[in-house]
């Protein structure tokens, strides 16, 4: 059977030249879902926000028929098609009462430090790396996973997750505030860097002992991690991440 495909926009990059931004015509040995099918091309379902077959919206497990015209689109940022498309519940888009949550893989480390330095829920830690563990994450906290393993997003439980274009992780803080259209829901140094939990300030005279003096000195103003106790305040490091914060909002502003 022979169907017909068409990817738009950025889902092009994860094609071989040849077949980007073209109609793509494909030869199936076996009938098989359009999940199945769009994946076999290198694209993870998770990038995918409608697919069209004949001009119809379906959903993943839809079968292919012989002659059918597929058509396949990434996000949409300017405007909501949950009315339109069947691919899944919750856009990726759709922000919950605690915001929107990650869960990250162990290759980017450095992006759940700055994820987390800015605010945001993140599911990370160095031994976290078998693929079915982070997938079940993803799945069961309702958590958007961030990795650069094509494979893992192609797990079927995986229903909101995202490819990282970039290497270099400010390169990809970026990618992701702009994703996500996260600018404007940051909270510097709200989170526990160590164990994700949200710090809670502390009067200073609780935490003198367990300072340095030269802080007890500068500093009036402390922030606790209920969980593993660890002590925050506003020092050098703060004041690095306020700066890139800044210079951040200005390379994202339109």
Same mark, same amino acid.
């Given at each position: ?103 990250? +893989? ?25 693929? %079915? ?15 650069? +393993? ?39 140094? %709200? ?11 502390? %009067?200073? +005279? ?49």
């Amino acid at each position: 059977m022979k169907v017909f495909l068409r990817f738009y926009e950025e889902l092009n990059q994860f094609l071989p030249s040849a077949q980007q931004k073209t109609l793509i015509e494909l030869d199936l040995k076996q009938r098989s879902t359009v999940k199945d099918v769009i994946e076999s091309m290198g694209v993870p379902h998770t990038e995918v926000d409608l697919i069209l077959i004949n001009g119809e919206s379906v959903e993943f497990d839809q079968l292919l028929e012989d002659q059918d015209r597929v058509s396949v689109f990434p996000m949409f940022e300017s405007f909501d098609i949950s009315s339109v498309t069947k691919l899944r519940e919750a856009p990726l888009r759709q922000r919950t009462d605690h915001g929107l949550r990650f869960v990250v +893989d162990v290759n980017l480390g450095k992006l759940a430090h700055f994820l987390r330095m800015l605010g945001f829920d993140v599911v990370y830690h160095p031994d976290l790396y078998e693929d %079915a563990v982070l997938a079940a994450i993803s799945e069961q906290e309702h958590r958007i996973l961030l990795t650069r +393993d094509l494979g893992l997003l192609k797990r079927k439980n995986v229903h909101h997750g995202y490819y990282l274009r970039n290497r270099h992780p400010t390169q990809q803080i970026l990618e992701v505030l702009r994703r996500f259209d996260l600018l404007h829901s940051t909270d510097l140094c %709200a989170r526990c860097l160590e164990c994700n939990t949200p710090v809670v300030e502390i %009067a200073k +005279d609780r935490v003198i002992d367990r300072i340095p003096a030269r802080v007890a000195e500068s500093y009036d103003e402390f922030f606790i991690c209920p969980d593993c106790q660890k002590i925050y305040w506003q020092g050098t490091h703060f004041q690095d991440m306020k700066k890139k914060l800044e210079q951040w909002q200005k390379e994202l502003s339109p």
